[in-house]
Structure formats: structure tokens, C-alpha cells
């Protein structure tokens, strides 16, 4: 029997950096008991997906398939020790990136995952895929703000909440997911409910790959990977983003206010100028 497999792939802005930092910085007391892989370790199966979930192409599907071979081929199924792989870009790209509304393509995705990797281990593991919530208001913000740091956002918060509200109850896409899937287990967690809890958001997937309490007690703390952007520093990347045209100088003047935020100063009241 192969050994459990739990696929934590998703959602973006959930917490799921600070599970994928938790376990990386974990790894060496985790490792009798667990195999964890994270997004730096599946790098070319993350871009598969997000590949397929923007064109839905056979091909991208094939790619995504090929990838995912490769992951699980250098696991070994003998070995009974649980997997985890942890990475939000398993179910394509973050909402409102390229036009994007809600993961249309996650259950496609998920069911392509489960089909390869029974193959591959030549029988079906016991797979749960675990999914990473939160209350719709607080995603969609968590959502611009990523949008606003990392892309030419210049929408305001109100007309990017109108677009994206629509599919905003993560929950029901957990839900179309879970229909894909029929053969595995679908557990979902609001980042609400495990913020506090004594490993924050990685507490539910240690419950799911009954890590021993012995070895969590060697875990270090949680932590904020993205802390969440005030409204002043999300206007302030909001008029940089349509006011600067060069792209180097605009990424650029980003980092230099987010830097500046971190070290408890305010934007200037103009962040085109110096």
C-alpha cells in the first residue's frame, strides 16, 4: 500500500506561505515521519498547472500530467512515511490575475493528479486534498493588495471587489473540487479558525499526516510571511502603478515604499516624487 498522499494546493492568500515557510524551516524534525515538498521543490509542476489553468489546452494538461510524473517517480512508494506537497499555484493562478475569476481549472487539475499518481505507484494511495480558506471580504483585500504589489494594478479596492466577488466563497470551490474527486477525502479550514491555533495554518495538514506530538514540540513557532497592507500603502502602490511607465523603476519605487512600511514609515503623501 502506498503511503498517504495530502495535497495542500491552496488558496492563494490563505496562509499558505507561512505553512510552506513553517515547514522548510521544519524539515529536519519532520523527516522521520513526514516527506514534505513545497512549491521551490515541484517548481516545474506549479508552472504546469498555472499553464493549463489559462489556456484549459489539452496540451498544458499533458504538461501538467508529465510534470507531476516526474515529482512522484522520485518517491518512493515503499516508503511509508506520509507526503505532503504544499503549493497554492497546484490550482493555477491567483484570481484576478489575467482576468481571472474564482479556480476554474482546480478540479480538472486535482483529478489529473490523482489519476498520475496511481499510476506512477502502480496502486491509488489514500489522498486527502486540503484546502486553506478564508471569509470572502478579507481574501478579495489580502487578493488586491498582492495584485497591487506584484502587477500593474490600478483598479481601486471597490471595483476590484465587484469584479472578484461573484466566485469569492472559497468554500464553494472546495466543493467543486471535492466533486472531481469522489475517491479522496476533502478537507477544508478557514485561515480564521487556525491562525491561533499552536502551529497556525500548518496545525490542520500536521492533523491529517498524524505528526506525533513529541515532534511538533521541536517546530519552530509560526510566523506572518505577508503581513497585510494598510489602505494609505495600498493607494500609495495604486497611484505608482499608473503613474510610472518603466517597469524596472516601478518595481523599483514598490520596493523601496513596501521597505520603507516594514520600518514604520508612512507613504508620502506624493509616492510619484522623491
Known amino acids: ?98 482576468k481571472r475569476l474564482g479556480y476554474p481549472a482546480a478540479p480538472r487539475l486535482m483529478a489529473q493528479l490523482l489519476e498520475t499518481v496511481g499510476a506512477v505507484w502502480g496502486a491509488a494511495p489514500e489522498v486527502i486534498f486540503y484546502f486553506s480558506t478564508r471569509a470572502p471580504e478579507a481574501w478579495m483585500r489580502s487578493c488586491y493588495a498582492q495584485h497591487l504589489r506584484a502587477t500593474r494594478m490600478t483598479d481601486d479596492l471597490a471595483t476590484y471587489m465587484d469584479w472578484q466577488r461573484p466566485q469569492s466563497d472559497l468554500s464553494m470551490q472546495v466543493a467543486a473540487i471535492a466533486a472531481a474527486v469522489p475517491s479522496a477525502r476533502v478537507k477544508e479550514h478557514a485561515l480564521e479558525d487556525t491562525r491561533d491555533l499552536p502551529h497556525g495554518p500548518l496545525t490542520p495538514l500536521l492533523d491529517l499526516a498524524g505528526v506525533p506530538q513529541h515532534i511538533r514540540d521541536k517546530l519552530p513557532p509560526p510566523a506572518i510571511v505577508n503581513a497585510a497592507l494598510l489602505e494609505p500603502m495600498r493607494e500609495a502602490l495604486r497611484l505608482l502603478n499608473a503613474s510610472i511607465a518603466d517597469s524596472e523603476e516601478l518595481s523599483r519605487r514598490k520596493q523601496a515604499l513596501i521597505a520603507a512600511a516594514h520600518h514604520g514609515k508612512s507613504p508620502p503623501n506624493d509616492p510619484v516624487t522623491d
Open 1 to 98: 500500500m502506498p503511503p498517504r498522499l495530502i495535497v495542500h494546493a491552496g488558496f492563494h492568500k490563505t496562509g499558505t506561505s507561512s505553512v510552506q515557510q513553517m515547514l522548510r524551516r521544519g524539515k529536519r524534525p519532520l523527516r522521520p515521519v513526514l516527506r514534505a515538498l513545497t512549491k521551490r521543490d515541484m517548481p516545474a509542476m506549479c508552472e504546469a498547472a498555472r499553464a493549463y489553468a489559462q489556456t484549459s489546452s489539452p496540451v498544458e494538461m499533458a504538461l501538467f500530467a508529465y510534470e507531476t510524473a516526474q515529482v512522484f517517480e522520485a518517491l518512493d512508494p515503499a516508503d511509508a512515511r506520509c507526503v505532503l506537497l504544499s503549493s497554492e499555484d497546484l490550482s493555477g493562478h491567483i484570481p484576478g490575475r489575467r
